[in-house]
């Protein structure tokens, strides 16, 4: 068989705004996990204050990690290249796909 191969043991899937039960099977009729909140490429799905709050953690780990930096007598304008590079690069990873619940 030649194409695309979906490994069911690992495939899960989401169903928004779905007042009956829905279940999905791929087509050797294996179904397929059916889940509320999962994480994907480093950040959760569905729960965006999770997701929100894990990324602030991190963002204040990576903060933490340049605090020899912070004190150091590097100029100004260095220190807000490595702060945009690292720590706001880390807070606003995958914010495109962040959901907006009203």
Same mark, same amino acid.
């Given at each position: ?22 279940? &999905? ?6 179904? !397929? ?5 999962? =994480? ?5 799905? #569905? %729960? ?17 990690? &340049? ?6 007598? !590097? ?5 807000? =290249? ?5 720590? #706001? %690069? ?13």
């Amino acid at each position: 068989m030649v194409g695309l191969h979906m490994n069911a043991g690992k495939t899960k899937f989401m169903a928004y705004n779905q007042q009956v039960p829905v279940c &999905l099977r791929t087509h050797e009729g294996t179904a !397929l996990e059916k889940v509320e909140d999962f =994480r994907y490429l480093g950040f959760h799905i #569905e %729960s965006t204050s999770k997701d929100i709050n894990s990324r602030k953690a991190a963002a204040w780990r990576a903060c933490n990690k &340049l605090e020899k930096i912070w004190k150091s007598d !590097l100029p100004r304008k260095l220190k807000i =290249r490595l702060f945009l590079s690292t720590v #706001e %690069s880390v807070l606003l990873y995958s914010c495109e796909a962040w959901m907006v619940i009203p």
